[in-house]
C-alpha cells in the first residue's frame, strides 16, 4: 500500500514532460505470482531541453529486474531506483533511445484491483488514473500518448483467451503448454487507457456496421456459462454505436470492440481502447435477475464507456485536472442517449434526483471542489459527482446557451481541433465561444467556482401596466479554498403560464438577455419585466432544471398546484409537486421531533393522487411523483441541526396519510398496472411496474400490508417485482414472520447469483431504525458475506452508510463507530474502496450537535490511525477541516 505521503500536486505547475514518448513495446508472461513485464520504449529529448535533463519514471510498489538502454545494461551510476520512481540520467543528446525495463510483479497480491491484478481466476488490469505504474516504470501522466505493441504469453489451458487494445496481430503456440497473442493499437494514447485481459472467458459475438460502411466485430467475455445474460449488453452497444453516429457524426475507428466482465472492480467500468472493462453487475441481466434499475444503468454505462472513445481516447486529458473534460462531457452524452430512449422528462427527473442526492450534498459540505479542480492529493478521490454529474450539467448548460444546432458545430469543432492530443477544459471552452461568438468567460466560473449557487426569486404582477417583473438574486456559498465568489452565468428556462394552461407570449422583455424561453441571469441582482401579460400569470422557473442550482421562490401551493396540473414541461410538473411536498415533509419533522401530530395539505394530497391518476401521463411519470423527496432530500432542504430520527418518523407520518386518503386511487393502479402479456425491459414496461410497485408500498400501511406485500411476493415474476415487495416487506415489517420466510427464500433462490445476493444485503442493509447496526453485524457474518469483493462490500456496509439515515445515525453514535473499524479494516486491502465508503460521511456537520461529536470522534480515530493510505488521509483530512 501506498502510505500517504501528503503530497500535493498543483495545476499551476504543469508541464509538458522533458521527453517525448514515440513508441511503447510490452511483452507480458503472466503467471498468478510472478508476472515478468518487459517494456521497451522509445523516447527523444523534446526540443529545448537541456541535455543534461534526466529521465524520470513513475513506479508504484515496483521491483527492477533489469534495465537497458540501447540494449545494453546501464552501470550502476547511471541510473537510481526506488520502488516509485527510476531515474536514468546519460542519454543520448539528439537521437532517439531505447530504454528496456523488466519488472516482476505478483497480480495475485494485488488486492488494490489497481494495476494487474486476478479476479476469479482471470487477469485482468486498471489503470485509470495511476494504475499503470504498478506494471511497469513509465512516464503514467495523461500527456504522454503513444501506439502500443502487445505480446501476451500464458499458460494455454488456464488462459486461453487472451486480449488487449488495439486489433489483433496474431497468435500461436509458444513453448511447453504456453501460447502467445500479440495485439496493436494505432491510435496514440496515455498509459491509464491500457488494458490487458487473460483467462478462460466464455464470449458473445456480434457485428455493427459502421456510417462508412466497414464491418467491426463485436465481443462480450464472461464467465462460462453466462453468455446468454449479456445479450442486452450487447443490444445496448450496438444501439450506443448507432447514436454517436446519428447524433455526433463519431464513428468507431478499430477493427474489433470488446467488452470483459469482471465480478472484482473498484468502480462501474472502465473505457480502456477497444477493450473495455466492466463490473459485471453492469453487463449481466435478464428478466429473472435484473431490476429494472439496472437494465436501465446497463444501458446508460455500456454507452458512457463506448462514448468515450471519442470523449477521453481520441481526445484525452492533458492532466488530471481537466478529467471532466472526459468525464462531465461523458455524461453528459450517456444522458443525451438515454433520454433518446427512454422518456426524455422521467430521465430528466431520474438526473435530477441523483444530483441532488449526491452532488449537492458534495457540493454544500467539506469535500466541496470546482469541477475542474486547482489542486490534489489523491486522484483516485476526484472522481466525485461533482466532476462527473456537475461536470455534465455544465456542458448542458453551454447545449442550452447556445442552441442544439451551435452547440453541435462546437463538438464538430472540438473533435476536429483536437483528434489526437490532450486537452484542456480551455480548448474545449473555446471552440464553443468561437463557433457562437459568444464570450463564455463568465460562464466558465462554473468550472471554477464550487457551491451550488442559490438564486432567490419573487414575482410581480401589474394589473395596469400588464406587466410582470421577476426579481433575481444570486449567491454562491463559499466553499473549502474558496470565500469569495463572483456572479455567474445562470441560464434560466421559465415560462409564464395563465390561468388556462396555456403559456404567455410576452411583448417585450427588459432587464437582460433572453434567448427563447431562456432568461440569462448574469448579474448579483437583476430584474427582468415582460409586457403585454394580459393577466397574472404563475411562474414556472428553472423548467427542466436548466441550470444546476437551488431555488428560493416562496410559491403559493395554489401556483404550484397549478404548474403541477399544466405545464408543458414535465420536469417543471414534477419539480412543482416536490415543492409543495417539502414544506409538508419539514413541517412533519418539526412535528415528530416535538411531539405533536402530523398533519398535511390537502392541495399536495390532491395534487399527488390528481397526478397518480392522470391516465393521459405515462406510468413512468406519474410513479415518480408518487415517490416523495428522500429523507435525505429533507435533511438537505434543513440544512443543518438534523435529527434523522424525526426527519424518518414525519416523513411516515405523511406517507401514511397519502396511503389513506388514496386507498382506492392505489388499489386500482396495483390491479390495471398489472402486466398482460410477455415482460420486456423497456421503458414502458419498467414504466408500469415503477408504478404499480408504488401503489403497492402505500398499500402496505393499510390493514393486511405484510401479507399483501408478501403475496406480491409469491406472484412475482420478475427480478423488479420481486425486489421492490420485498424492500416493502422488510422495510415496513422487518420483524414479521412473513419477511423471514420471504428472506429466506430470496436467499435459497439465488444463492449462487453474487448480483442477485448484493440486492438481498442491500435490502436487509437499508431496513430503518436502531435494530440495523445490529443486524449488519450479523450480516457480516453469513458464509454469504465475501469481505474482499467490492461490490458485496459495497451492498452491506455501502449500504447501511448511504441508504440507511436512522440505522447509521443510531444517536448513541454506534453506527460511525462501525463504519470507523470498518474502514480501517477495508483500507489496508483497497484503499480506493474504504476512501468512497468513507465519504458518507460528508454531510456531518449538518447533523444535530450530538450526533455531529460523535462522529467527528469517529473521524478522528480514523485519522490518528498510523497507517493510512493517501486515499484515506485526504478525505478524512478533508472532512475534518474547518
Ligand atoms: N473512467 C472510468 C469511467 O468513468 C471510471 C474510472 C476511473 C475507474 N478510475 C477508475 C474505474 C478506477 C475503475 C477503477 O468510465
Ligand atoms: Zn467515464
Redesign the pocket.
Known sequence: MRTDTGQIVHLADYRPTDFVLERVDLTFELDPAATRIETRLIFHRRDGVDFGQALVLDGDELTLAELRLDQNELPAGQFDVTPESLTIRGLPESVPFEVTIITIINPEANTQ??GLYRTNGVYCT?C??E?FRRITYFPDRPDVLAPYTITIIADKAANPVLLSNGNFLGGGNYDEGRHFAAWFDPFPKPSYLFALVAGDLGVVEDTFTTMSEREVTLKIYVEHGKEARAAYAMDALKRSMKWDEERFGREYDLDIFMIVAVSD???????NKGLNVFNDKYVLADPETATDQDYANIEA?IA??YF?NWT?NRITCRDWFQLCL??GL?VYRDHEFSADMRSRAVKRIAEVRHLKAEQFPEDAGPLAHPVRPTSYREI?NF?TTTV?EKGSEVTRMIATLLGRDTFKAGMDLYFERHDGEAATVEDFVACFAEVSGRDLTQFSRWYHQAGTPMVTASGAYDAASQSFTLSLEQMVPATPGQSVKEPMHIPLSFALILDNGSIAEPASVSGGEVSGDVLHLTERKQDFTFTGIAARPVLSLNRSFSAPINLDFKQAPADLAHIARHDSDLFARWQALTDLALPNLIQAARDAREGRAISCDDALVTALLEAAADETLEPAFRAQALALPSESDIARELGGNNDPDAIHAGRQGIIALIAKAGSSVFETLFATMARNGAFTPDAAGAGRRALRNSALSYLAYAEGGAQRAADAFASSDNMTDMTQALTVLAHRFPDDALTHEALDTFLQRFSDNALVLDKWFTIQATIPGDAALARIKALMDHPQFVGTNPNRVRSLIGSFAFSNPTGFNRADGEGYRFLAQQILAIDPRNP?LAARILTSMRSWRSLESLRADLARSALVEIQRSPKLSADVGDIVERMLKG
Open positions: 484491483l489497481m486498471q485509470e488514473a494504475g472492480f473498484n468502480m462501474g467500468a472502465m473505457e454505462i458512457h464507456e468515450h477521453g472526459k468525464e461523458t483516485n472522481y462527473y480506493q
